[in-house]
T-cell receptor, first 113, second 109 residues
Framework: DAGVIQSPRHEVTEMGQEVTLRCKPI?????LFWYRQTMMRGLELLIY????????DSGMPEDRFSAKMPNASFSTLKIQPSEPRDSAVYFC???????????FGDGTRLSIL | RKEVEQDPGPFNVPEGATVAFNCTYS??????FFWYRQDCRKEPKLLMS???SGNEDGRFTAQLNRASQYISLLIRDSKLSDSATYLC??????????FGTGTRLQVFP
């Protein structure tokens, strides 16, 4: 069975550039989550969707971050403009219902120079 | 105060040892509890859910103490392959999971 698929696996870009991260959740999963992980702050929830609708975006750092889920099989997290402090590993996760554990993708390792 | 707190470690133990990790959470309304494992440069993976009565999965035992708001994980007969970071995870009354920053375990020969 295919797990959560994220792309790209690695991204290196210069500050000021737009960055788009992509996620395909596990088929049949209704909830999708975007996380950011750094050494200093650990794993932080940025935003999550239920049935393609954003439910809680209180973890989104600032207006430079935006996320969309146009359909049940695809989501994007966009950073525009990017800054060096955005460097982190970004994970996407999905789950079937609110009480089920979340399954994580391999992550995108983002470096902003 | 962090919502979920863990001792970052590292815990360095020899093969065959028994090791225990604790975790405390601040939200008394929390409803679901998990332990995740994360290997270096990999994604977090579910290790086990934690039930009120305590539960065991092979060499791993998880306990929940709601009154004191802490969760524990016991690993018996440690293997080299158990070396990883163990994340304590709590869910309140929403879909959001709150992750601890993890406890690093290093098992040596």
């Amino acid at each position: 069975d295919a797990g959560v698929i994220q792309s790209p696996r690695h991204e290196v870009t210069e500050m000021g550039q737009e960055v788009t991260l992509r996620c395909k959740p596990i088929s049949g999963h209704n909830s999708l989550f975007w996380y950011r992980q750094t050494m200093m702050r650990g794993l932080e929830l940025l935003i999550y969707f239920n049935n393609n609708v954003p439910i809680d975006d209180s973890g989104m750092p600032e207006d430079r971050f935006s996320a969309k889920m146009p359909n049940a099989s695809f989501s994007t997290l966009k950073i525009q403009p990017s800054e060096p402090r955005d460097s982190a590993v970004y994970f996407c996760a999905s789950s079937t219902t609110r009480n089920q554990p979340q399954h994580f993708g391999d992550g995108t390792r983002l470096s902003i120079l | 105060r962090k919502e979920v707190e863990q001792d970052p470690g590292p815990f360095n133990v020899p093969e065959g040892a028994t090791v225990a990790f604790n975790c405390t959470y601040s939200n008394s309304a929390s409803q679901s509890f998990f332990w995740y494992r994360q290997d270096c440069r990999k994604e977090p993976k579910l290790l086990m859910s934690v039930y009120s009565s305590g539960n065991e999965d092979g060499r791993f035992t998880a306990q929940l103490n709601r009154a004191s708001q802490y969760i524990s994980l016991l690993i018996r007969d440690s293997k080299l392959s158990d070396s990883a970071t163990y994340l304590c995870v709590v869910r309140g009354n929403t879909d959001k999971l709150i992750f601890g920053t993890g406890t690093r375990l290093q098992v040596f020969p």
